[in-house]
């Protein structure tokens, strides 16, 4: 299985997934052999990338954190949230209950390759954007062992963090460029706004109610809009690294997505939690288990395992020498050996390609 650009496809190709519309339905299904016309109807709706069957086993087939389905219906319903708060209407907490419980429910207890790339639903609205921090977040409370009271009351906190700025001018919020000094206060209020909406509403907990105010507090004082760093509840320091995270590895109006080894560096520079930011890092590996790579050696290896304190020096394995336009097989623990490291990543086809091209 490989993932894919709608726009690189030549054409014949068979799909490895369903691929879901953004309110849910089918637009086309598995297996389904491509043509124009199906190419032309995925632009049409947006669709940019897509898995394809391409005959072998993909060694960066990610576990999806949560299904597509229960994404585009839990996007569907925190929509009506949001929306009712855009109208001034009274928002439903225990609707906001209900979406928490079934991401808790569908997150994945046991370690795995994260489809952390995926967790979008198609858009780059706030409602999605809160979505996608509530996966990251609950995956985490699962990563802490939280009880399930607590881990509901931080992802609830994680869903609203943004409400704030329904109320907020859509200029500024959906602006393509980067915002001014002046815009850029503004947009600071959201959170104010978003505890101003929701701080009456008795079945929303206190805690959530302080995830929505203060997610861009940082420990050392330099957030808002307080900047009281101090005493920070965990709850909060997750949901403000999985918004960083989410905004980073996602498309913006004015950038484009940032990919996710560039990111998790990037995150190290904020001033997040060292303990939730290094939590993260061991759920979103570099190198899965059974990952294709190069190495600074000129060898061809797979990922055998990884170190949890590590996630960039794995255990691999070498496959094949291009230097010695030979097949090989070692086992080199790279936490061992500093003087080995990976390039990068291979799929099935480059890695076929540069073995063939190394034949005399």
Do not use: W
Not at 91 to 120: C, F, G, Q, V, W
Not at 197 to 213: E, W
Not at 255 to 263: C, G, K, N, W, Y
């Amino acid at each position: 299985m490989k993932f894919t650009t709608v726009t690189s496809l030549s054409g014949r190709e068979i799909l490895a997934r369903d691929v879901l519309s953004k309110d849910g339905h089918i637009l086309l299904k598995k297996s389904t052999r491509m043509r124009e016309a199906f190419k032309q109807q995925l632009l049409a709706n947006d669709i940019e990338k897509i898995y394809i069957e391409d005959g072998m086993k993909d060694p960066h087939s990610p576990t999806p954190i949560v299904s597509h389905e229960t994404k585009v219906l839990l996007g569907n319903e925190l929509k009506k949230q949001f929306d009712v708060v855009r109208n001034k209407i009274a928002i439903h907490p225990s609707m906001l209950d209900d979406i928490s419980n079934i991401l808790l429910d569908e997150i994945p207890t046991k370690p795995a390759a994260y489809d952390i790339l995926d967790i979008r639903v198609n858009d780059m609205v706030t409602y999605e954007h809160s979505i996608s921090v509530a996966i990251l977040a609950a995956l985490l409370c699962k990563k802490f062992n939280l009880s399930h009271d607590l881990s509901r009351d931080i992802t609830i906190g994680a869903l609203l963090h943004d409400i704030g700025k329904m109320i907020i001018p859509n200029e500024i919020v959906n602006k393509q460029s980067k915002l001014t000094d002046e815009e850029y206060t503004v947009m600071k209020t959201h959170s104010t706004l978003g505890y101003q909406i929701i701080k009456d509403y008795d079945d929303i907990s206190s805690l959530s109610k302080l995830i929505v105010l203060s997610h861009h507090e940082r420990e050392d004082g330099s957030g808002y809009p307080s900047g009281n760093g101090a005493d920070l509840h965990l709850g909060i320091k997750i949901v403000g690294a999985c918004d960083i995270l989410e905004a980073l590895i996602t498309e913006r109006p004015y950038r484009r997505a940032i990919p996710l080894e560039q990111a998790l560096f990037i995150l190290r520079s904020e001033k997040i939690s060292i303990e939730v930011r290094t939590a993260l890092e061991q759920l979103l590996e570099f190198y899965p288990v059974d990952t294709i790579v190069l190495l600074n050696t000129n060898d061809i290896a797979i990922v055998e395992s990884t170190h949890s304190n590590n996630i960039k020096r794995p255990i691999v394995k070498t496959i094949y020498s291009l230097n010695k336009n030979d097949y090989v097989s070692c086992q080199i623990d790279l936490i061992d050996h500093a003087q080995v490291s990976i390039v990068r990543k291979l799929d099935i086809n480059d890695t076929i390609r540069k073995i063939l091209s190394n034949q005399p």
